[in-house]
């Protein structure tokens, strides 16, 4: 009942930056956190930041890359500078979520991104 549509990504030069958003679509429902996880071919998927009550970052992002929210249109936000080839990957959405009074949560994902840092 939940959809995830990523955009935004796209191929960059090494130092540019790239902004990746997602919208969360659906009804009665309420998001608790959503984070962007990033999967390259082979390997599995490693989360790169997540926000809900907080906000945390990899290692590897850490002051390169920015996660915010709308909340009042179910928005995220990846604002990514000084990219580097090693961030060559797809870029997933995922949103943990509840319907309205309730407290069952739900992990939806979406289709995902190709984000190509190259020269």
Known sequence: QVQLVESGGGLVQPGGSLRL????????????AMC???????????SVACIGGSTNYADSVKGRFTIS??????????????LK???????????Q?????????????GQGTQVTVSS
């Open 36 to 46: 962007w996880h990033r999967q390259t071919p082979g390997k599995e998927r490693e």
């Open 85 to 95: 080839p090693e961030d060559t990957a797809v870029y997933y959405c995922y949103a």
């Open 97 to 109: 979520t509840r319907p309205v009074g309730s407290f069952y949560l739900n992990d939806y994902w």
């Open 69 to 82: 929210r709308d909340n009042s249109k179910n928005t995220m936000y990846l604002q990514m500078n000084s």
């Open 21 to 32: 958003s997602c919208a969360a679509s659906g009804s009665a429902f309420i998001i608790n």
